[in-house]
């Protein structure tokens, strides 16, 4: 699997992407286990399996759900948003996402929310 154009590492925290409204849009976010890799000094990644990712780009007048893909052991999300979905998005507007996470218990958490300006010119992360 690849993930490309917008791609982040960042545990937890606010992230903001900037796109063109109609633009084919990859959020690729990857979970790291903050202890393990201070500890290593590598990048330890998070086993995500078994936890269920809902990212949702939330505006005024639409929720725009991504359709997911996911790279379990290495603690990978990507998230895409096609051309059509984000054609509805109003050009030089501001919205938001979140990534809601839910555990093997039902216990949900968001581990990463940020904004999205639509009618930049390059992705910035």
Do not use: W
Request: net charge negative.
């Amino acid at each position: 699997m690849s993930c490309s154009q917008a791609s982040v590492d960042y545990t937890y925290g606010h992230i903001d992407f900037t796109f063109n409204q109609g633009d084919s849009v990859i959020l690729s976010f990857q979970f790291l286990d903050d202890e393990a890799t201070e500890r290593t000094g590598v990048d330890v990644p998070i086993d995500i399996t078994g936890k269920i990712f809902s990212i949702k780009m939330v505006t005024p007048d639409n929720v725009l759900a991504a359709v997911l893909s996911r790279e379990d052991a290495l603690g990978i999300v990507c998230a895409e948003f096609d051309q059509k979905e984000t054609d509805k998005l109003a050009d030089r507007s501001k919205h938001h996402y979140k990534v809601l996470v839910t555990d093997a218990d039902g216990r949900e958490f968001t581990p990463v929310v940020g904004h999205v300006r639509i009618g930049g010119h390059s992705i910035v992360c």
